[in-house]
């Protein structure tokens, strides 16, 4: 797919909502193409909203590209005053969640990665030491990126351009996220599809 046939593709959804947001540690090579590419798609999608989880690496270097269109930009944090440096995008944090969303977004995480099955479980009954309830989080806000949260006005997510880990794409938070991505039946693009446009 060429980038002219994205665009087209994606503006024929008037509510397109894209995550943009890949691993902590990209090709340094790599690093101005993400940029370059989300300023690209910024000026192209004028209808389209922009989300990501806010994290180092890969999701810094995509929302420098979306500087100019910060008001349809949409930040799903593990929890409130999460790396607070983006200014004018809107921040939805984990934790505002209702407690009937979050046991949709357990159930979709233990289907997604469910060798994190007892992580999820207790997390919902609060009976996680500090440092895996911290990791818990984060990956359950990489679930609410992908299936949204409605009532709060959070669109589930259209589309996805991920970073993936070169060696192991299924590695960590964008594993998780390609994966939920996946059973969702949310269309995902790849570093290999996309760095070439």
Known sequence: MTFSNFVTLTNQ????????????????????????????LGSALPAARFRSGNAPGSDALFLQGLDA???RVELVTPHEGYRPSTTGARIQPLGQASPQT???LVRLSIAATPRYRDLFERYLAENLPPALKA???????????VHGCPKAGLAPASGALLYLNASDPDLGGTGHTRRVCA???VQVWSQDQWLGW
Request: no cysteine.
């Open 183 to 185: 059973l969702l039946a």
């Open 69 to 71: 269109v910060l008001s």
């Open 102 to 104: 979050l046991k949709e």
């Open 135 to 145: 990791k818990t989080r984060y990956l359950l806000r990489d679930t609410l990126k």
């Open 13 to 40: 959804n008037p509510r397109a909502v894209l995550l943009l947001e890949g691993t902590r540690e990209p090709a340094p090579a790599h690093a101005p193409r993400l940029t370059e590419l989300a300023a690209r």
